[in-house]
């Protein structure tokens, strides 16, 4: 048993070393994928090169002095892997400008604004953000006291986009601020703070429901008595369903809350009632738009239309982004087009919502399954994280926090390859769009934070249990 | 730019994509199976409990594990082999235990001939073995209950 006890001759390794070398690796792709774009599109290398490699090498550099500083026992393969996949969507953005303006410039339209350099300066902001969080968080168990605090600023940040004036109506969805010619998704911001609460919550809620009610097929159901936490999850579902038609977002939440219901209780009743209630709610919303025709549900008809029937001319118009995307896949094949050989900008959205579909063009299958493991390793990183993890707070915000990435990931690529019906979430990281950026970038701080407690030798930190007194056991 | 170039160029890229995503994978592995705890080097160990490879031979019909059967941290196993081991809520103890009526070193587990002892360190609640307050070294067969504070403690096979 004396591996139990701290033993001074074995020393942590906090690979801060490897992470460092697997950044300047990422980045050199990052790099090598914005000059090949150039080559291939314009014929030229472009003079942008420089200056985009200097300031990404810049941001990320900063960013692993802050790790090394903060912390130094963190987990070394979150970084280089979200630098890679952030290096390689602003590269995959600028490939999409370049032929927006070769088009642009063949017609003679007048050049349409290139969304790389914002999104450049967006990672900054992301950055700048995970740089604060790591900064301000010096203990993820702080924000176990502002658990009903994260749940309000959370719901007001969701509900935001419906104040008249400041919300915005976007492709159905009505989950756009407009503030100061910037436009923002809060509900971005508001998964952090739900994240938060949820792990707040059932931590000190999970041995009430953690009892089990009736036995049905050898599988022990919850009492009824405690459904009311997963019942309110799955109303705000379903209302961000129905007032912001927000498919993605409503997926988001209500799975993240079912995995964390799950994880902290360790009973799988919750995740057969949490699969019921989502069949019944996605069952429901479909007959209320089918049959009944209520117009709050009618985009969720024309969804699972298009993904049921995307070749039925009937449904074409809705159907025509998966069309699009299902050809780029095809063309794509099993190594791609290459990069800026492909035609992505055929399919709508594909900064955003269809980059998935860019990749599997341009870089083959081969390319996709490479990103899909990046995305499994930092779900996967996560996960270890959580199990390491000393507190249950820490353990259930890490399980979190890997959750919604892979939740995330999993509704955009099964809605654009057409396994599931297309919902409309950005791919973390890759996608044009700020505000997820800056939100994904803040949660991989949290995540390193949680981290580095965990890795930390155990003598370091005592338990807060340790230090206090004992108490007496009185006897009557 | 001719077409090889191109091609070139196309698989180049991949096989980078690919380099970066093994050498995660390989930093994960060693994250596994690099425990070198060579005398005066680095070594690697992560900060949970450290499972022994293997327990020690022991004869038949000794117990092999404690087990927490109650209290915050039921379900806490840890082998047995032919140390002592230390219970209480301080984390240098072997049997650490989240318990806030334990001392943080309680009570000590120590095998002699084939026995097992539990011996109390001058804990405040005091340890109990079956329905007795112990004062001295007392022997634990398996299935007997120990208490310490308020968990409960057992000695499998």
């Keep these: ?476 | 730019m001719s077409e090889l170039t191109l091609t070139i160029i196309k698989l180049g890229f991949l096989a980078v994509l690919w380099l970066f995503v093994l050498s995660t994978v390989s930093v994960i592995r060693s994250d596994l199976f690099g425990s070198r705890v060579t005398p005066p080097a680095r070594g690697e160990r992560r900060p949970k409990p450290a499972k022994p490879t293997r327990p020690p031979r022991r004869r038949k019909g000794e117990p092999s594990a404690a087990v927490v059967v109650q209290g915050a941290s039921a379900g806490l196993q840890v082998p047995l082999g032919d140390t002592p081991l230390a219970i209480g809520r301080g984390s240098e103890c072997e049997l650490h235990i989240d318990d806030e009526y334990v001392s943080t070193r309680h009570a000590v587990l120590r095998p002699q001939g084939g026995t097992w002892y539990v011996e109390d360190l001058g804990s405040t609640n005091g340890t109990f073995v079956g329905e007795s307050r112990i004062h001295g070294p007392t022997a634990v067969g398996s299935g007997i209950p120990v208490r310490v504070g308020k968990t409960i403690i057992e000695l499998y096979k």
């Design chain 1, 1 to 476: 048993m004396s591996e139990a006890q701290p033993n001074p001759a074995v020393q942590v390794r906090k690979r801060r070393g490897a992470e460092l070398v697997l950044i300047v690796v990422a980045l050199a792709v990052a790099v090598g994928a914005y000059a090949i774009v150039g080559i291939t599109v314009t014929g030229k290398l472009s003079q942008q090169v420089l200056s985009y490699g200097a300031g990404l090498a810049i941001l990320v550099g900063i960013a692993h002095v802050i790790v090394r500083i903060m912390t130094p026992y963190a987990d070394p393969l979150l970084l280089p892997c979200v630098v890679f996949l952030n290096g390689l969507g602003l590269a995959l953005i600028h490939r999409l400008d370049l032929t927006k303006i070769e088009n642009a410039r063949a017609n003679g339209e007048s050049l349409p604004r290139a969304d790389a350099p914002l999104q450049l300066t967006w990672t900054a902001v992301g950055v700048a953000a995970f740089i604060l969080v790591l900064l301000v968080i010096r203990d993820h168990r702080r924000l176990q006291r502002a658990t009903y605090t994260a749940l309000f600023a959370g719901v007001g940040l969701l509900l935001l986009p419906l104040v008249p004036g400041l919300g915005v109506r976007f492709q159905g969805a009505q989950i756009w601020i407009r503030f100061a010619g910037l436009s923002f998704q809060p509900g971005e911001i508001a998964k952090v703070c739900l994240i938060v609460f949820f792990a707040g919550y059932l931590v000190v809620k999970k041995d009430a429901l953690a009892l089990a009610g009736r036995r049905f097929i050898g599988i022990d159901l919850p009492r009824g008595r405690d459904l009311g936490p997963i019942l309110s999850a799955w109303l705000i579902s379903l209302a961000i369903l129905v007032f912001q038609r927000d498919l993605g977002t409503a997926l988001l939440f209500f799975g993240a809350f079912v995995v964390l219901l799950y994880v902290s209780t360790e009973r799988p009743g919750w995740l057969f009632v949490g699969g019921g209630l989502f069949a019944g709610g996605a069952w429901f919303a479909y007959i209320a738009a089918t049959s009944l025709h209520i117009p709050q549900f009618s985009h969720i008809a024309n969804r699972i239309n298009a993904w049921l029937h995307p070749f039925d001319p009937q449904y074409r118009e809705g159907a025509y982004q998966i069309i699009q995307s299902l050809y780029g896949f095809a063309y794509g094949g099993l190594l791609g087009r290459g990069l800026g050989e492909g035609h992505p900008n055929l399919v709508p959205l594909a900064k955003s919502d269809f980059i998935i579909a860019a990749i599997g063009e341009e870089l083959g299958l081969t390319g996709l399954m490479a990103i899909l493991v990046l995305y499994g390793i930092i779900v996967e990183r996560g996960l270890r994280t959580a199990l390491v993890c000393r507190d249950h707070f820490g353990k259930l915000l890490a399980t979190g926090v890997a959750a919604v990435f892979a939740i995330q990931v999993f509704v955009v690529v099964g809605g654009v390859t057409k396994l599931i019906p297309l919902t409309g979430l950005t791919t973390p990281f890759l996608s044009y769009g700020g505000s997820s950026l800056v939100a994904n970038w803040a949660l991989v701080a949290l995540m390193l934070r949680i981290s580095d407690q965990a890795r930390r030798p155990a003598t370091l930190p005592a338990a807060p249990t340790e230090d206090a007194l004992t108490q007496v056991v009185v006897r009557r």
